[in-house]
Structure formats: structure tokens, C-alpha cells
């Protein structure tokens, strides 16, 4: 969704020198430029963060708060610390030289951009193609294993991996329903989600006010469907060192009814005095090449090519009535800026360990996160329902799933009838109760498109020749489907 509001003409003081982000560089890169792409040696998360799984299966059994906040914070200081690489002057965490799709799958949406180098090899989040609508693509985000995922999809089953599609065919073969969860414990997967900041012209964007995932009246022009560019807060970025928040700042928000579908959209003014100026270096963020910027846009013009050919199958008249919302953004000199991160670990067996970190510059910092680190907040999911059978818990990314409305969902209300009745929107979500229905489809395009699921414990319509993901809704997207051997009673 979109988000960074069309900055108005902001006076920009003497375009200072190319402000980076963390400009001192610790130790000598190890790494072989190439022409368009650095190659990043893996680094490790440092094993101590990981606790024995019959621990963590204590804490979701007890619902431990305490103690899966702790873990979500060891985790996200782990994924966060520095390794010797960096990258365009910048030290890469440790996430940033996990895999990504590219290393992993023969077929994926976007790779053959060879957008710059792994770090910003971005997409338009894939769940994007489930609003009803063309989003207007400034949000990005790249998806990321690190080596025991790997090993976990390329092993997988009857002597087949299960990236190319022949091993999830052999496990269908061999009747079984869903992934044999044969993943290392601490096995990891991340999806990170950036905005696009100017390097040299201050930038405003809109952010998240919380507390936590809750949403105060006036925060958000669309309470039901907080999306990111329905937020009614700014902050200035600063790259030059010498904005104030003297002027007023104007920018675009949209408007949402409660299916997802833009109703309108309009300006909205920040009163000069009433905004925080913020510096780039408080930001996590890359700088992009011209040709990565040019990526960029081949990615968003792709994704607008294949929404539009999906929008009226899927959503019909709700998606030709939809207003066109609040234009794409682009900046000068952009750098990817990291504004958000799901995290999952495969330390609780077969039900994995979901925990997700947002952008938000006034919370306390995340405890033992470091620099550009500690300006986020962060929720967690190891268990679906808190007290009670529809105590359902919620845990969402509020750049990733708060821009989902009804239309989004297997149907608008789970359970549909009776008590525990709850809406199905982006902010009544849970990563498990989605991620556990991932469904692998042996057909391409199946003729019932896996759906997605809110809370609780709604089941995935089930399809013919198709196979849960154990949780990997990259997998159930990115396998490869192999052409099926002509079958042997096929009518002449
Ligand atoms: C409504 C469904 C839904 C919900 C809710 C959801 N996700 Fe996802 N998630 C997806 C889809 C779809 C993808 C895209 C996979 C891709 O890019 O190929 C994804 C991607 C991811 C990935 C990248 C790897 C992978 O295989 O999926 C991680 C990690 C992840 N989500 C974690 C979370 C966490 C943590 C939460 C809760 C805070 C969450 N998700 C909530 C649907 C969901």
C-alpha cells in the first residue's frame, strides 16, 4: 500500500554531501564488485539466541508473554547486528546476507532483473495481488531464508527438492497432507519491507502511531483498514542536517471501506511546528543504484501488468469501482529504507514461532537492538487464541497486513455465524492461522486460487492435487510445477 506522502516542495537547505546512513564502515569488505552485483558471503544469526524447542513449547503452552517478547527481542538483535560486508558504504546486518528466492528456486517472479545485488532485490509484496485494487507499489519487500530453510526446501521429500515443485508432487503422491516438519529448529525465514527515502531532499512519510497494534481514533483515516497510507502522522527524514519542521507539510492519504477498496482519496496538511524532523541515519537504509532504481520500476510496472489482468476475475465490480487513490512516490537519490520485518523461527515444531518489527520512532527501544534498530516495535504470534476458544490473538505488520479489508479473505467473517463471529481484516490477522494454510496446488492455476485466512483456525478450502507448505506460503508461490507425465488413461 502506499504510504511516503508526495512530499511537497520542502526548502532544502544547501544540498548537503550525500548523507548515508551508519557512514563509518567497520573492517574491509570481503566482497567482488562486479559491474552491477556484490557478491555477500552468508553470515550466521549467532546460535545463542536460539532456546531447546521443548522451551519454547512450554511458553506457548503457558502463553509466557514475557518470555516470547524476550525472544522476539533476542531474535531481532540477532538478525540486526553488523557483519563485516557492507555495501555502498553501508555495514549490512546479519539478515541481509541470508538468501533470497533467487539463490533458492529455478523459477521466480522478478529475478531475472538482476535488480542490483541481494540485498535490494525487491518485489511488490506478493500479498498485494489479494486488495482489490492496483496499489500503487511503494512499499516493497524481498523474502529471505537463511542455510537451514534452504537445506529444508531443497532437500524435500522421496529423493525430490520441493523448490522445483517434483518433491511437494512426491509428497501428494505419497498421500500426505501437509510437510513432514523435518526443518532444523533454528531454521529461519524473513520477509523485510522497505520504503524508498530520498538521499539528498528531506522526505515525509507517514507513520504508525500505536500503541502497539492498537488503533486511536484519528491515527488512521480508515480505523477498519489502517494501511499505511491512511495514516495521519508524519515525520520529516532528514538527509542534509539542516531541515526544521518550520513549514507546513502537505500529503496524499486514502480512504478505505471495509472490503479493502479505496473510497476516495484526498490532501491532508501537517501544521509547521506540529512534525519531528528525523535524521537518514536513524534509517537502516541502502542506497539504490540508477539501474536498481530502474529495477524498481520494472518491478512496479510488472506488477501493475499482472494486477490488472488478475483484478476483474477476482473482484469483479468492486475492483472497477475503486477509486485510483493517492499516487506512486517517487524520490530523488532514493535509498531502501528498512520499515518493517516478519520473522519466523522453526523452534516450535511444526507450528514455527512468528514475531514481526515495524517502523515507529517514539517507542522505547526494542531491548538489546542497536543503532537504526531500536526505532521499532514489535508483536508476536505462538499461539492463536489467547483465553478462551474466540479470544483469538492478533498479531500483524502494519506496512504488510493492516491494508487488507473483507475482499481479502476465504470469507468476511470467521466464524461466519455464532459466537466468536470476528470480521476477517488485515488487523484481526494472525500468522499462524494464515501461514498454516498454505497450499502448494499441483495445477499452476488452480481453478480455486488458495485463499487467505484471518484468525483462529478457519480451514483452507481444500483442492484436489494439493499439499499444505508447512507454513512456507513462499514455497506454495515459488515452486516450479512440472509438467505432469501423460496420464496413462488419458481418452484418445
Ligand atoms: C493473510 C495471510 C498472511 C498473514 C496474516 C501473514 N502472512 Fe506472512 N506471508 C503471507 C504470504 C502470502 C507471503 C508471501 C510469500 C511470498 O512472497 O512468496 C508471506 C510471507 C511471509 C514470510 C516470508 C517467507 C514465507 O515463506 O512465507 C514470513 C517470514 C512471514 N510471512 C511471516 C509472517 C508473520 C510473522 C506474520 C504475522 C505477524 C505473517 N506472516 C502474517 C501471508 C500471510
Redesign the pocket.
Known sequence: MAKRSPVLPIALAALACLALPLASVKGAAPVRAQATEQIISYVPINSQVFVKPQVVATWAAQHNEAAVRAHAAALWSGLTALTNQSLRGVPLAVFDTWFT?CDIYPVT?GCGQGIISKPTLF?V???FF?LPRLDPANVF?????DEG?KHFVEVGYGGAPYTTGAGLVNAINAGQKNLIDTAKPSS????PTYELLSSTKPTAIMYWKGPALTVPPGSTTSPQVPASDSWLQVVLVDPTGKATNAKPITYCANVYDESGTIVRHGMHTAAGGSYKVIPLSEFYAIPLTSAGVQSLQNVRAQFRARQTSLLSGRFGALAQNADPGCPTVNVEKPVAALMG????SAELHNVWT???FWWQPFVSAVPGAKGPFRHFDF???YWKTNNGPHDYRY???PY??AV?GTS??LTTKWTTSGAGSVTNL?RT???????E??TYTIPANPSIAPG????GSQPQIPTQNSIL?R????????AGHPTPPPAPSASP
Not at 452 to 455: D, G, L, N, S, T
Open positions: 528466492p517472479k518485489e509484496p506478493e500479498q489479494h519487500s524481498s523474502v529471505k531464508y530453510m529461519m525465514m524473513l520477509k520485518m516478519h520473522v519466523a512468528w514475531q514481526t508483536a508476536t504470534a498479531a500483524f505488520n504488510l497486513e487488507f481479502t479473505f488485515g490477522t494472525n500468522c499462524i492461522s494464515c501461514h494454510t498454505a487467505y485466512v484471518a484468525h507448505t507454513n512456507l506460503w513462499s514455497l506454495a508461490d515459488r
